[in-house]
């Protein structure tokens, strides 16, 4: 089973902290889709023996297309791909975007799954970040969105410059208020080359707090326990049987397929990556070019990048799966490696799979690199 993973790449307007490939150009939005219809075709063998369990628009802010638009693409991927029944069809959606008209669209169409960019409900985080939407079509649009569907993600973003703890505590009870059933919730970070990055080095906006942002990502950790989710990797969180298929199988380490500027794709061995400009995409694709380039992955680059999703998410490191897939000289490095966290109480050894442990969570990313393999061919 495998997934394929769409980019649309244009947004409303840039968003102060972000370093995605989109622009606000959306002259060639139409272009655009063609060239996802064609890159499509173009790929259809690669995944010839797969079955797509899900189909995931993701950008970028995907809701920006048309439903009819968004319906061509999902057609152009029926009919070149095995498809299972009923596969998990997420779009990526803001806010401002998401009028009842186009809710009642993105179903018609076979969509089931919304994963809306929330990211905060009060109206000066929302400034500070420029977004697109205001608190109020924040509410509102969940308001609507869980009459239609029972499959909502929402994003929330805390650490946010000057936030208290009480204020992010008020954003994840109302995000509950909704009663939906998975939350996705990242640390707000400094990009480099973003605007929300120039605003702190100018002093006019403070820089986020690590401190801060530790503290509320326990507070959301306990809360959203508390409230019967479960927390399956570092930023995502599901009430049983609600984890995203999509995100859940590339954790696992399966294929999947990339379509759409700047997208990413993995069969198993290469990893291959589209290009991130909008005109060069589609004037490549014109051509009839796949604008795409592709590595081999090391067995190494492959160890490593186990470690790090693995560590992220409640499945772990599998010691047999290192020692079937990857041999016995990297099972001996791991547990050498990772003993100290296991002293620490960072990690956590149950039966033969390593785990961060609840101390562990926050710095998930940091002792995964550090139980990453540089030097071994
Ligand atoms: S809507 Fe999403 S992709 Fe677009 S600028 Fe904002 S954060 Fe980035």
Redesign the pocket.
């Known amino acids: 089973m495998s997934g394929i993973y769409i980019h649309i790449p244009f ?5 102060h ?4 490939h ?1 622009s606000t150009n959306m002259k060639k939005r139409e272009e655009m889709v063609f060239a996802i219809k064609k890159e499509i075709e173009l790929r259809k063998d690669e995944f010839k023996k797969e079955t797509l369990e899900t189909i995931y628009f993701g ?3 995907p809701s920006i297309l048309s439903n009819s638009d968004l319906k061509l693409i999902i057609d152009s991927v029926y009919q070149n791909y095995n498809v299972v029944h009923n596969p998990e069809i997420t779009v ?1 959606a ?1 806010p401002d975007d998401l009028t009842e008209e186009r809710i009642l669209g993105l179903k018609q169409i076979g969509v089931n799954r919304l994963s809306i ?1 929330i ?1 905060s409900f009060f109206e000066d985080d929302l400034q500070l ?4 939407h205001n608190a109020k079509e924040a509410e509102k649009c969940l308001q609507i969105a869980t009459q239609y569907f029972d499959n909502i993600s929402l994003d929330l973003i805390y650490g946010i410059p000057d936030s208290t703890n009480e204020k992010w505590k008020a954003n994840i009870e109302k995000a509950l208020s909704f009663g939906v059933p998975h939350i996705s919730s990242y640390a707000l970070t400094l990009e480099p080359k973003t605007a929300l990055h120039k605003f702190v080095q100018k002093g006019i906006v403070n820089p986020p707090d690590d401190e801060v942002a530790e503290e509320q990502f326990y507070i959301l950790v306990a809360t959203l326990k508390e409230n019967g989710f479960i927390h399956y990797e570092l930023s995502n969180f599901g009430k049983p049987d609600y984890f995203s298929k999509n995100n859940s199988a590339y954790w696992l380490g399966k294929k999947y397929i990339g379509i759409g500027p700047s997208a990413h794709s993995y069969d198993g061995t290469n990893r291959s990556w589209n290009i991130a400009n909008n005109t060069l995409y589609i004037k490549t694709l014109e051509q009839g070019v796949l604008p795409i380039e592709t590595e081999v992955l090391t067995l190494k680059d492959r160890y490593n990048e186990y470690i790090m999703t693995g560590l992220r998410t409640i499945w772990g490191v599998s010691f047999e799966r290192i020692s079937k897939e990857f041999g016995e000289v990297y099972l001996e490095y791991l547990k050498k490696q990772s003993q100290k966290f296991i002293d620490d109480n960072l990690l956590v050894l149950e039966d033969n799979i390593l785990k961060t442990t609840q101390k562990g969570k926050f710095l998930s990313d940091g002792i995964a690199s550090d139980l990453f393999l540089v030097n071994l061919k």
Do not use: H, L, S
Not at 11 to 15: G, L, P, S
Not at 17 to 20: G, P
Not at 129 to 132: G, P, S, V
């Open positions: 947004c409303k307007q840039a968003c902290y972000c370093d995605f989109f950008g970028g802010t990526e803001n960019g990211q970040m420029n977004r697109a």
